[in-house]
T-cell receptor, first 112, second 114 residues
Framework: GENVEQHPSTLSVQEGDSAVIKCTYS??????FPWYKQELGKGPQLIID?????GEKKDQRIAVTLNKTAKHFSLHITETQPEDSAVYFCAATPPYNNDMRFGAGTRLTVKP | ETGVTQSPTHLIKTRGQQVTLRCSSQ?????VSWYQQALGQGPQFIFQYYREEENGRGNFPPRFSGLQFPNYSSELNVNALELDDSALYLCASSVDRATNEKLFFGSGTQLSVL
């Protein structure tokens, strides 16, 4: 089955700087790659997603890039703000089942 | 439009007991998935229900079972609780297709097994 690895496990940046979180996946058949933000005491919230037929997607300060050949995808947050502080999860889903595999998470801290 | 709601928010059980967790899907969503999230880890897929039928299952034993009702709400039942079942149980719903795209998660039920 699919295996997703996520790095780094913790990331601390200064307000206004950029943050990058990287994930690799093992199953070349995976075709859907969402990113979730989880704040304390809440469930994960979808912030951006990308399908395998697209290389990059952007939504305001957030962007995701996908390299199918290398089987890795990244989350880029620009102009970080303290409210971006949370745990971020990447995930990957193959088309042949509904077993979405999540990375172990990255705890992002944005210091004012 | 109401979001995904789960009950109870917290639960304490002892080893060997049984537990039922409940989830109401977001309005207009007919697919419900359940995930287990251990402390410091990502969510792990338990199973999914689509139009009242199980539609995929992760690597969880049969003592984890579920139901989906005609109004698309769902229950997760766990029998013979073990200490390792202590975790946050998340319910997620999605709209009108049996896939994992655009999942909306509830805030979860924190289960502690003593």
């Amino acid at each position: 089955g699919e295996n997703v690895e996520q790095h780094p496990s913790t990331l601390s940046v200064q307000e206004g700087d950029s943050a990058v979180i990287k994930c690799t996946y093992s199953d070349s058949a995976s075709n859907y790659f969402p990113w979730y933000k989880q704040e304390l005491g809440k469930g994960p919230q979808l912030i951006i997603d990308i399908r395998s037929n697209v290389g990059e997607k952007k939504d305001q300060r957030i962007a995701v890039t996908l390299n199918k050949t290398a089987k890795h995808f990244s989350l880029h947050i620009t102009e970080t703000q303290p409210e971006d502080s949370a745990v971020y999860f990447c995930a990957a889903t193959p088309p042949y089942n509904n077993d979405m595999r999540f990375g172990a998470g990255t705890r992002l801290t944005v210091k004012p | 439009e109401t979001g995904v709601t789960q009950s109870p928010t917290h639960l304490i059980k002892t080893r060997g007991q049984q537990v039922t967790l409940r989830c109401s899907s977001q309005s207009g969503h007919n697919t419900v998935s359940w995930y287990q999230q251990a402390l410091g880890q990502g969510p792990q897929f338990i199973f999914q229900y689509y139009r009242e039928e199980e539609n995929g299952r992760g690597n969880f034993p049969p003592r984890f079972s579920g139901l989906q009702f005609p109004n698309y709400s769902s229950e997760l039942n766990v029998n013979a609780l073990e200490l390792d079942d202590s975790a946050l149980y998340l319910c997620a719903s999605s709209v009108d297709r049996a896939t994992n795209e655009k999942l909306f998660f509830g805030s979860g039920t924190q289960l502690s097994v003593l």
